[in-house]
């Protein structure tokens, strides 16, 4: 059986990673996804309200342009969150979009938020996966004929790795589908698993009550006037995530080994969504490119960017979701950590920042379990048939540069334009501008300042 091909470029050298994206593109035949005049969904990550990390907005253009010059009819997208926050409802994740750079104007296409205005627009998926019977996916990726995914590589808070699969499985799922992958109501992984502990709520007396009453939008939980204050009723539940602003205090709470087990289930369920949206659109209809640049060991859906934890370690390319991930996970591993970032803390076991070791294995972010294996999603995705661990790393060879500097330069050269339009009006520049000798000498400014 052949290998699955993974195209590369490496960090270094004098290409912009707008061009490698642009000439991966190309050397994956990512341009075989679509025919001319299709419909093709670029699936991003817009961050989140303050966080810097995402990709730039000119390396997504660069992706635009390419499926335009193939004929194909771009739109660029993200869903809204499950959870309460900056982008739960379309309104505000179009404000976090714009804020980040992410429109129209700046894109050459439409940004859509694919799930629509409340995270709702859905078309129900079935797949014959590991833990799933079926998902939810936002209607406007399945309305579409193909899709390009652009993935910022990095760690994540319970995924553990922020790859391709991640971005797919759960960044192209509506809410509920979202809820499903998180496996939120779950008889023993999800919410039904918990142990509720009302008398551990101070109601009123709470600095937080006021928050975490509101923080349930079907009023599942409730904090009330009388003891026991706090009440839950499950099947009223949404699965929404906001049962976690609960487990601070005691209120809902989980013994250790199944809190362990909740944690290594949820990347492994991952891949299950990613199959059914792989298999909906059809597995020769959809390409992804990984950007392992700018790794920062938290997701673009925090509000902040901690340091990175690797240098960077170029752009990757191919039609196979597995393959993809892993040989992005084998460059990290094979990396040294970047001094001061999170991989050198000292709390942290097993020396993740030591080239040879794994580096999102032991490098646990926010509320997730001490230890989950970055090995998890690859392992679910190839047993259900998504990809291949197996792959071949081909290291790519720049293109033409004529076919990648702006449109209107590559009939003519800058010069030409420029000397066409100012030859009648050229200002000259005035001599009498320039000292006769300059007042400080170059071998002074060579020298160590001193106070």
Same mark, same amino acid.
């Given at each position: 059986?052949?290998?699955?091909?993974?195209?590369w470029?490496?960090?270094?050298?004098?290409?912009?990673?707008?061009?490698?994206?642009?000439?991966?593109?190309?050397?994956?035949?990512?341009?075989? *996804?679509?025919?001319?005049?299709d419909?093709?969904?670029?699936?991003?990550?817009?961050g989140?309200?303050?966080?810097?990390?995402?990709?730039r907005?000119?390396?997504?253009?660069?992706?635009?342009?390419?499926?335009k010059?193939?004929?194909?009819?771009?739109?660029?997208c993200?869903?809204?969150t499950?959870?309460?926050?900056?982008?739960?409802i379309?309104?505000?994740?179009?404000?976090?979009?714009?804020?980040?750079?992410?429109?129209?104007?700046?894109?050459?296409c439409?940004?859509?938020?694919?799930?629509?205005?409340?995270?709702?627009?859905?078309?129900?998926?079935?797949?014959?996966?590991? $833990?799933?019977?079926?998902?939810?996916?936002?209607?406007?990726?399945?309305?579409?004929?193909?899709?390009?995914?652009?993935t910022?590589?990095?760690?994540?808070?319970?995924?553990?790795?922020?790859?391709?699969?991640k971005?797919?499985?759960?960044?192209?799922?509506?809410?509920?589908?979202?809820s499903?992958?998180?496996?939120?109501?779950?008889?023993?992984?999800?919410?039904?698993?918990?142990?509720?502990?009302?008398?551990?709520?101070?109601?009123?007396?709470?600095?937080?009550?006021?928050s *975490?009453?509101?923080?349930?939008?079907?009023?599942?939980?409730?904090?009330?006037?009388?003891?026991?204050?706090?009440?839950?009723?499950?099947?009223?539940?949404?699965?929404c995530?906001?049962y976690?602003?609960?487990?601070? *205090?005691?209120?809902?709470?989980?013994d250790?080994?199944?809190?362990?087990?909740? !944690?290594?289930?949820?990347?492994?369920?991952?891949?299950?969504?990613?199959?059914?949206?792989?298999?909906?659109?059809?597995?020769?209809?959809?390409?992804?490119?990984?950007?392992?640049?700018?790794?920062?060991?938290?997701?673009?859906?925090?509000?902040f960017?901690?340091?990175?934890?690797?240098?960077?370690?170029?752009? $990757?390319?191919?039609?196979d979701?597995?393959?993809?991930?892993k040989?992005?996970?084998?460059?990290?591993?094979?990396?040294?950590?970047?001094?001061?970032?999170?991989?050198?803390?000292?709390?942290?076991?097993?020396?993740? !920042?030591?080239?040879?070791?794994?580096?999102?294995?032991?490098?646990?972010?926010?509320?997730?379990?001490?230890?989950?294996?970055? !090995?998890?999603?690859?392992?679910?995705?190839?047993?259900?048939?998504?990809?291949?661990?197996?792959?071949?790393?081909i290291?790519?060879?720049?293109?033409?540069?004529?076919k990648?500097?702006?449109?209107?330069?590559?009939?003519?050269? !800058?010069?030409?334009?420029?000397n066409?339009?100012?030859?009648?009006?050229?200002?000259?520049?005035?001599?009498?501008?320039?000292?006769?000798?300059?007042?400080?000498?170059?071998?002074?400014?060579?020298?160590?300042?001193?106070?």
């Open positions: 059986m052949s290998k699955s091909k993974v195209h470029f490496g960090p270094r050298g004098a290409l912009s990673t707008v061009v490698k994206g642009q000439r991966l593109f190309e050397l994956a035949s990512l341009n075989d *996804c679509f025919s001319k005049g419909t093709v969904a670029i699936k991003i990550h817009c989140e309200w303050n966080n810097t990390g995402y990709l907005p000119s390396i997504v253009t660069g992706i635009v342009e390419t499926v010059d193939y004929g194909g009819d771009p739109f660029v993200d869903t809204t499950i959870y309460g926050g900056a982008r739960t379309a309104q505000d994740t179009y404000k976090v979009a714009a804020r980040n750079g992410f429109t129209s104007a700046t894109l050459g439409p940004f859509i938020v694919a799930d629509g205005d409340m995270g709702t627009d859905d078309v129900k998926v079935r797949v014959d996966g590991n $833990y799933l019977n079926y998902t939810y996916i936002a209607k406007a990726i399945v309305n579409a004929d193909a899709m390009i995914v652009l910022h590589f990095k760690g994540h808070p319970s995924g553990v790795v922020g790859g391709a699969i971005n797919v499985g759960i960044g192209c799922c509506s809410k509920r589908g979202k499903i992958t998180h496996l939120v109501k779950h008889p023993k992984y999800g919410v039904p698993g918990y142990t509720f502990n009302p008398e551990l709520c101070k109601g009123t007396d709470c600095p937080i009550y006021k *975490c009453s509101e923080s349930c939008p079907t009023e599942a939980f409730q904090v009330v006037d009388e003891k026991p204050y706090a009440r839950l009723d499950l099947d009223k539940c949404s699965g995530l906001g976690i602003s609960k487990m601070g *205090c005691g209120v809902l709470s989980v250790h080994d199944k809190l362990k087990e909740m !944690w290594q289930s949820f990347p492994a369920t991952i891949p299950d969504s990613v199959k059914a949206i792989i298999n909906h659109l059809g597995r020769e209809h959809v390409g992804f490119i990984n950007y392992a640049i700018d790794i920062s060991p938290w997701c673009d859906c925090m509000g960017t901690d340091s990175y934890i690797l240098p960077n370690l170029g752009v $990757y390319a191919s039609k979701i597995v393959s993809i991930d040989a992005c996970l084998d460059a990290a591993d094979r990396a040294e950590g970047v001094p001061g970032s999170k991989a050198f803390d000292e709390e942290i076991e097993n020396e993740p !920042w030591k080239a040879g070791h794994e580096k999102f294995t032991y490098i646990p972010c926010s509320h997730r379990f001490k230890e989950v294996s970055q !090995w998890i999603q690859i392992n679910a995705a190839s047993n259900i048939g998504l990809g291949s661990i197996d792959y071949e790393l290291e790519a060879t720049p293109g033409p540069p004529e990648y500097v702006m449109p209107k330069f590559r009939e003519h050269s !800058w010069g030409y334009i420029f066409r339009r100012f030859k009648d009006d050229m200002p000259m520049p005035d001599l009498d501008c320039f000292k006769k000798k300059p007042k400080i000498s170059i071998e002074e400014l060579t020298k160590k300042p001193k106070l």
